[in-house]
């Protein structure tokens, strides 16, 4: 007599349309393994909470900064899953959402990926970092406002 499967909550994981590749300056990265249409759901990362009480007396000024999200609140998400491995470029390929109260991050394709892109997203104008690999003059980056932190979110829950 077969037994039907145990009740689940949630769904099977979709498969990754991506991969972790190393990239000459830049550390890891994630890359396509499929086409990827405009708007299409890549992750959905689950986060950890750092309340801004704990990032300003912990974790500020240590490796983590590099990878917080900003809240409006002050407080951050640190992306699990593979949300913290998306490089940085301007123009980005793809666009990101911070749900603080379902405690996830969702990146989408800003646009049609071709097989073997690398995928990133934007981490605003003020890098912290030199940017490898990038396609902006430094005059473009020089003439954007400066008013916005050293933190990978402009956008923002
Ligand atoms: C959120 S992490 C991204 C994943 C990172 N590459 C890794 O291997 O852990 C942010 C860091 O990646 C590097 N990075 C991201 N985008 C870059 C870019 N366009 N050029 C150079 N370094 C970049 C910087 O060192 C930055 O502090």
């Known amino acids: 007599m077969s037994s039907s499967p145990p009740p689940t909550e949630n769904p099977p994981p979709t498969p990754l349309t991506f ?10 990265g994630l890359f396509s ?14 986060c950890l909470l750092v309340p801004k009480s704990s990032y300003d007396s912990h974790a500020k000024h240590t490796v983590l ?6 809240c409006k609140d002050g407080d951050r ?3 699990l899953g593979y949300g913290s491995i998306f490089n940085h470029s301007d123009p980005p390929n793809v666009d990101y959402r911070l749900d603080k109260v379902g405690m996830v991050i969702r990146y989408f394709a800003g646009r049609d990926v071709k097989i073997g892109e690398e995928l990133c997203i934007y981490y605003g104008a003020n890098l ?8 902006r003059s430094k005059v473009e980056e020089e003439s954007e406002s400066s008013d916005d932190e050293n933190f990978l979110s402009r956008i923002q829950d």
């Open 19 to 28: 991969v972790i590749r190393d990239v000459e300056g830049r550390g890891r």
């Open 33 to 46: 393994r499929a086409p990827i249409s405009r708007g299409d759901l890549i992750h959905e990362a689950p």
């Open 65 to 70: 900064e590099h990878y917080l999200f900003n």
């Open 77 to 79: 998400l640190l992306a």
């Open 128 to 135: 912290w970092f030199e940017e490898v690999g990038g396609s």
